[in-house]
């Protein structure tokens, strides 16, 4: 039987690593989070104290990249280490996630990790997150979704999922601290997807056999029973 792979891209706050966990639990499939990969390498380089502007030094960085995801329990997360020492709440910062960003348009950055991402196709499956797993890393894949929400609900998503993730402080959680961070996370998600759109190497786009769906109006599990749904008429 072949492998069957499913991969999620979209813009940031969209559901897709929600959806994605819940697709890999539910079907038993490996699970593949891209970003983290290029969030580790952001995180490497910045410990190393490597200059952003020099891309062959990133490349350097992202090719020898020593990590390891432990999936643990269900519903537990992920637990990442990143050169033998546990990764904390930094992972998901929205100041990681535009360091992620600027590392992930370095072409030599994305040559290196290619096939790192692929190793993790696994019998019986993969579900795969990103920006281009449909159309650069997995062009062959079972099911290619593009997952997308209004840009005001993905700041909503993003501000839970960090608050969830405790990585917001107390004024930020409260009154006037909640809309301004709302406001700035909107920004910083607006700025991060231009970015990822516009950069030349495997911008940020639907496949052109992709599937995709506007989650504004949907409930994660709506959204994973769509995606059920298109696997088992491909399968
Ligand atoms: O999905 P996440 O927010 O963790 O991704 C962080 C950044 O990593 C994205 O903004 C994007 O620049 C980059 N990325 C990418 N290709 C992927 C996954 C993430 O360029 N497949």
Known sequence: KPTVIIT???????????LCQLLAAELNFALLDSGALYRLTALAADKQAVDFD??????????ELDVRFDAGEPGQGVTTWLQGEQVGAELRTEKTGAQASVVAAVPAVREALLQRQRDFAQSPG??????????????AATVKIFLTAGAKERAMRRYLQLKDKG??????LQGDGQSGTL????????LRDERD????????????????IDSTEMSI????DQVLQLLAART
């Open 8 to 18: 999620v891209d979209g813009p940031g706050g969209a559901g897709k690593g929600t």
């Open 54 to 63: 020099n891309a062959q030094a990133l490349a350097t960085v992202a090719a």
């Open 126 to 139: 993969l579900v795969a997150d990103g920006r281009d797993m449909g159309t650069v890393v997995f062009p």
């Open 167 to 172: 990585v917001l402080s107390e004024k930020q």
């Open 183 to 190: 406001a700035r996370l909107l920004e910083e998600i607006n």
């Open 197 to 212: 759109t516009n950069r030349k190497t495997s911008p940020l786009k639907p496949a052109e056999d992709a599937q995709v």
């Open 221 to 224: 599990e709506e959204v994973k």
